[in-house]
């Protein structure tokens, strides 16, 4: 079992930055495939970003490239998202989510098996 725990949440002006947090529980936490995704109001949710075990490896949706970063700490079980250059487009609730069977494709919301519970991001114009 694999609990996550997202943080960073907020209200923040167009054009603004963000960081979020997710910190996840267990051992094994290297060994998972690591993304975050997003929902808005009355849409369904979408991809945002992925990384890989080791954190070598990412890939963004692309309408956040160039302005999302993620990254992941092994040593203290989290995962990041730097967002910059915030558009109220990007108003949504951010999961992060963990692929632990490495299943794909890792764009997927499907191939991933333990959720957080969410953190509302809200950008103003």
């Known amino acids: 079992q694999v609990q996550l725990v997202e943080s960073g949440g907020g209200l923040v002006q167009a054009g603004g930055s963000l960081t979020l947090s997710c910190a996840a529980s267990?051992?094994?936490?290297?060994?998972?495939?690591m993304a975050w995704f997003r929902q808005a109001p009355g849409k369904e949710r979408e991809f945002v970003a992925h990384?890989?075990?080791?954190?070598?490896?990412?890939y963004y949706a692309d309408s956040v490239k160039g302005r999302f970063t993620i990254s992941r700490d092994n040593a203290k079980n989290t995962v990041y998202l730097q967002m910059n250059s915030l558009k109220p487009e990007d108003t949504a609730v951010y999961y992060c989510a963990a692929n632990t069977k490495l299943r794909v494709p890792a764009t997927a919301a499907g191939t991933y098996d333990y959720w957080g519970q969410g953190t509302q991001i809200t950008v103003s114009s």
């Open positions: 990384i890989s075990r080791n954190g070598g490896t990412t």
């Open positions: 267990g051992r094994t936490f290297s060994n998972y495939l």
